[in-house]
């Protein structure tokens, strides 16, 4: 008959160390980002997230797309500074 097995941990690793009020600004930062990627074009949008979401290269994201290194950066730019404008306001 199989014994049953038994996983060792610390009774510590249980406890949650992340305060509420970090959480609480977490959802909050999340939610404020979520609405200033809403606010720019969609293409300034899927430029922005496979940049900074999947680590995508300027020119990774210049082929999936259809647009020049050029018309990239210029878009991250622009995204940047929308980003920026709306999250540190």
Known sequence: MPRPSFVEFEEASLVDDCPPELELEARWTQQRLELALAEVSPAVRAVLL????DDWSCQDI????GLTDRQVKRYLARGYDHLRARLEG
């Open 50 to 53: 496979l940049r900074l979401r």
């Open 62 to 65: 210049a082929q999936q797309l």
